[in-house]
């Protein structure tokens, strides 16, 4: 059985540097309810993304969840 891996990081930097003005990861974590050190562990892959937190992100981008992963075999 192949592994599956769950992308949000690559939608999400795209999604963040189509507004007006991107947010810092920093203000970020601020604006959906994260910490900065979340978003470091996810991109590092030391932490999964729980469904709650991927959730908060497509709610403040205002997109669906399906819209913010990306599902890599």
Do not use: H, Y
Not at 1 to 7: L, Q, T
Not at 30 to 48: A, F, H, M, P, Y
């Amino acid at each position: 059985m192949s592994k599956v891996r769950i992308d949000v990081n690559t939608q999400l930097k795209k999604l963040n540097s189509k507004r007006s003005k991107p947010l810092t990861m920093s203000a970020l974590a601020d604006e959906v309810g994260i910490t900065r050190q979340t978003l470091n562990n996810w991109d590092s892959g030391e932490r999964l993304k729980t469904l709650e937190d991927i959730s908060k992100l497509a709610k403040f981008f205002g997109c669906s969840i399906s819209k913010l992963i990306i599902i890599q075999k």
